[in-house]
């Protein structure tokens, strides 16, 4: 089983898969928890090339580099993981270049979605939590030291609507949950959605 958390840098999703993943091992799952893009050591390159490069980069050599770290995360971890029957949490995946590199930097969204199933090789999460907050909380809580970060306001406006496009167009895998909330509200929220769909423990 597949879980993404999905949202704006400074929405708490990386606090909330750590609390899940704690919350599942407790409970007696095996589970893995991986970051995008990251989490292999090519990723974790490419990750530090998009984010702290001061290099001008095109729209699309950046969707392009995202993909590139996701090909290899899916297919040396994400897949390898799942096939042995752990849990797999991800810290974003796909929906955020959805979002980011289409909504937000305004790529074709065919383009977008064509590059992100070559590169996810059609894997799709069972289960998408989109922790949103408004764009100024995001900007107050993130470092706003990366170069995605620096885009500027306008720009994850359109992000944060194309969060909201992605998850009225398919509600049975896309959650929204209210993150200006409290860290426990909002882990709250998160295990009473997904308790009834996890899969029954070995």
Same mark, same amino acid.
């Given at each position: 089983?597949? @879980? ?18 704690? &919350? ?18 090519? +990723?974790? +390159? ?32 994400? &897949? ?18 959805? %979002? ?37 909380? %995001? ?37 929204? @949950?209210?993150?200006?909330? +409290? ?20």
């Amino acid at each position: 089983m597949l @879980i993404s958390f999905e949202g704006l840098d400074g929405c708490g999703k990386s606090t909330q898969a750590h609390r899940l993943a704690q &919350r599942l091992r407790e409970q007696g799952y095996r589970v893995e928890l991986f970051r995008e893009p990251g989490a292999t050591p090519l +990723s974790e +390159s490419i990750r530090r090339l998009l984010l702290e490069s001061a290099t001008e980069i095109t729209p699309l050599a950046e969707l392009l580099l995202f993909n590139a770290a996701r090909a290899q995360l899916v297919e040396t971890a994400l &897949r390898p993981a799942l096939e042995s029957g752990a849990i797999v949490l991800c810290d974003r995946f796909d929906d955020s270049t959805t %979002a980011y590199q289409g909504y937000g930097r305004g790529l074709p969204l065919e383009v977008v979605a064509t590059c992100n199933r070559i590169a996810t090789g059609g894997l799709k999460p069972a289960v998408t939590f989109f922790l949103d907050v408004p764009v100024e909380l %995001a900007l107050r809580r993130s470092r706003g030291s990366d170069r995605l970060e620096q885009a500027g306001r306008e720009f994850f406006e359109r992000v944060r609507s194309g969060y909201w496009e992605i998850a009225r167009q398919e509600p049975e895998r896309v959650f929204c @949950i209210d993150a200006t909330r +409290s860290p426990e509200e909002v882990h709250a929220h998160i295990w009473r959605t997904l308790q009834p769909r996890l899969p029954p423990l070995p």
